[in-house]
C-alpha cells in the first residue's frame, strides 16, 4: 500500500511518501512505521485511508492510500 | 448557483489584492446580490523566540483537501441562502504581508453572507488537510498551529 | 493604529472593486495583520410591486454621520484588539450590482476581524443617519428599510 | 432656529431645511410643524437637537439645530 506523510512528520519521515506492504490493519501498520520512525511516537497525527478519516483499527488492502496528517494549520 | 462539482482551491503562491478585486468585479452583473462577506488571511512577521517569519509555505493532501472543500461548500450552501462562495488557498511560498487565503461569500441578504463565510473560514482551518511551514528570517522552519 | 480623529467616510457614487484593491494593498506593510474582515453592501436590482430597482440615492446628515461613525470606531477599538478599521459608505445615485459599502476591519487575529467587522455593520445600518431611496425602472421612487 | 428634514420627511416638506423661531422646546415645535405639514403625523421620526437624539421634550434656544429623521436606511 501506498503511505503519505504531511506537515512536520515528513520532518521524521523524511519523505512524503513510501510504500509498504505486508500490513493488514491501520494498527499494525503503526506499529510498523514507530518501530521505522521511532520519532513518530511522540507526535500528534490522524490517520486516513482512501482520504476518510478513521478513528478506529481499520482493515487495509494492498491498493490502498493511508495519510499520516498532524493537526491541520492552513488559512 | 449551487455548484454541485468539485472545484479546485488551491493557487501557486499569494493572492493579489488585483485578483481580489477581479473576482469582486464579476459579481456586478448578478443583481440580485446585496451583501459580499469577505475573509482574507494574511502572513503574518510574527516574532518568535527562534526568530521572525518571513514567509509561510503551504503543503496540502490536494485530494482529500477538495473532496472536504466539497462537502463544506455543499452544507453551508444547504444551511444559508446564498448567491455564491468562493474559496481560494495558497500552496508554495507566501511572504509576510501578503495574502494566502481568500474566502469570498455572497447572498441577498447580509445575515446569511456574514455567518456562512465565519463557519467557512473556522471550516477551513479545522477541517481541511492543509499545513503551513514558517521560515524565519534565519531559514530555521517552525510548524504552524491554528488556534 | 487608533485614529482619534473625525474620518470622512462619504464618497460620491459607488465604490469600486479597483478601489477595495487598493485599500487591501496598502495593508501589505503592516506585517503584524493576519486577518481582515470585509464587508461590501451591493445595491440589488429588488422587484417591487411599483417596479425594479435600478439605483439607489444616499443622502446622510453628514455632521451627525461623522460623528456617531467616530464613536462606533472607538468603541470597537475599545472591545477588540484591532489594527485598523476602514469604512466606506457612498452618497448619492449607486445603480444596481455597484457597491455603496466598503466596510474593511484588520486585526491580528481572525475572531477579532471578524466580530469587530459584524458589528460595526450592524451599526452602520442602525446608528449612521443615512437614507436610501431606491429609484425604480419607471422613475417612480421608494424609500428603503433596513431590516 | 435652524430645522433638518431628512428621507421621506422632505417628500412631505418638500424642503431638506427651514428656518423657523418662537418656539421654545421640541413639543411645541413638533405641534407647529404638524399643523403646517399634517403628513408629518403620519410617518415615525427621530429627533436630534444639535446632532445628539432626544427621547423626551428638550427646550429649544433660537441657534438651535433641530432635526427630523426617519429611520435610518444606509448601507
Known amino acids: 500500500m501506498n503511505i503519505l506523510f504531511f506537515g512536520n512528520l515528513v520532518d521524521i519521515t523524511q519523505k512524503a ?15 510498523l512505521l514507530c518501530k521505522k520512525y521511532p520519532a513518530l511516537q511522540s507526535v500528534k497525527y490522524f490517520i486516513a485511508v482512501n482520504g476518510k478519516m478513521i ?8 491498493d490502498d492510500t493511508v495519510a499520516l496528517m498532524p493537526p491541520f494549520s492552513g488559512g | 448557483m449551487k455548484a454541485n462539482t468539485i472545484k479546485d482551491i488551491f493557487v501557486d503562491g499569494s493572492i493579489t489584492p488585483q485578483e481580489i478585486a477581479e473576482s469582486i468585479a464579476q459579481h456586478a452583473t448578478k443583481k440580485n446580490i446585496g451583501a459580499h462577506s469577505i475573509f482574507l488571511g494574511q ?8 526568530g521572525v517569519v518571513q514567509a509561510i509555505e503551504y503543503t496540502t493532501y490536494k485530494d482529500m483537501a477538495l473532496e472536504q472543500m466539497h462537502m463544506i461548500r455543499e452544507a453551508l450552501f444547504e444551511k444559508y441562502e446564498l448567491t455564491c ?8 511560498i507566501v511572504p509576510a504581508g501578503e495574502i494566502s487565503l481568500f474566502v469570498f461569500v455572497s447572498a441577498v441578504h447580509r445575515k446569511a453572507a456574514i455567518a456562512a463565510c465565519t463557519e467557512l473560514v473556522e471550516a477551513i482551518k479545522f477541517q481541511l488537510p492543509v499545513w503551513g511551514k514558517e521560515i524565519l528570517v534565519n531559514q530555521n522552519t517552525v510548524w504552524k498551529e491554528n488556534h
Open chain 1, 17 to 31: 511518501q513510501e510504500a509498504l506492504s505486508g500490513t493488514t490493519n491501520t494498527q499494525t501498520l503503526q506499529a
Open chain 1, 55 to 62: 478513528q478506529e483499527n481499520t482493515p487495509l488492502k494492498e
Open chain 2, 43 to 50: 502572513v503574518r512577521a510574527d516574532e518568535k523566540t527562534e
Open chain 2, 85 to 92: 462562495m468562493h474559496v481560494y488557498h495558497s500552496l508554495g
